[in-house]
Each structure stands twice: as structure tokens, then as C-alpha cells.
Nanobody, 119 residues
């Protein structure tokens, strides 16, 4: 599976962005998917996950502000980010099977997208 995130940019605190991650491969609809982020000087962390059936889970730091969704017809997973805070500044990535692997266990990370939130 090849993954490419897009949609990042510079936004003021309180603003919104919608990230997209396009995936190649025929198993997209059967896989759970996750959005991760890595802030400068910090470890990469899982912020949102969605199962093949649409069940979702969020890190406490983004709960109520971020929404993950998927469009299996387009092989794309989205992250709607509202009420953005400066601490949301990071490079955002997506990956598959977030409930099966720890961050350090992944061999492959696709292209991420940089989100910068100014105060």
C-alpha cells in the first residue's frame, strides 16, 4: 500500500483544515486506518483511527475537535480538524491497521503533510 497525505498548510489558532490521505491497493476497504502526527522534537503519535466498519477512536488531545472519516470508493481517508491549537502543529501521516501496530513497528510511512497553527 502506498500512502500520500495532503491538505496541510498554515492556519491561525481556532481555524480548520481538512487533510486527505490517498491509498493505493485493493485491500483499502478491509483495513482500519489511522492518522498520526509528529511534532518537532516529539515522538510520532496516533491521533485518530477508523475501522473498516466506520468505528472511530481519538486521542484525548483531539477528541471533540478532530473527525476521521473514510471514502472506500475513493481509497481515501480524511481528517477534519477544527478549533486548531498551536500544539496541533506537526507533520501528519496516515497508515493502515493502527490497532495492530505500535508506531515504531511500521516499516513504511508515506508522505506526510505539514500543519502549522499560528497563535
Amino acid at each position: 500500500v502506498q500512502l500520500q497525505a495532503s491538505g496541510g498548510g498554515v492556519v491561525q489558532a481556532g481555524g480548520s483544515l481538512r487533510l486527505s490521505c490517498a491509498a493505493s491497493g485493493s485491500d483499502f476497504s478491509r483495513n482500519a486506518l489511522g492518522w498520526y502526527r509528529q511534532a518537532p522534537g516529539k515522538q510520532r503519535e496516533l491521533v485518530a483511527a477508523i475501522s473498516s466498519g466506520g468505528s472511530t477512536n481519538y486521542a484525548d488531545s483531539v477528541k471533540g475537535r478532530f473527525t476521521i472519516s473514510r471514502d472506500n470508493a475513493k481509497n481515501t481517508v480524511y481528517l477534519q480538524m477544527n478549533s486548531l491549537k498551536p500544539e496541533d502543529t506537526a507533520v501528519y501521516y496516515c497508515n493502515t491497521r493502527p490497532w495492530d501496530y505500535e508506531v515504531y513497528e511500521y516499516d513504511y510511512w508515506g508522505q506526510g503533510t505539514l500543519v502549522t497553527v499560528s497563535s
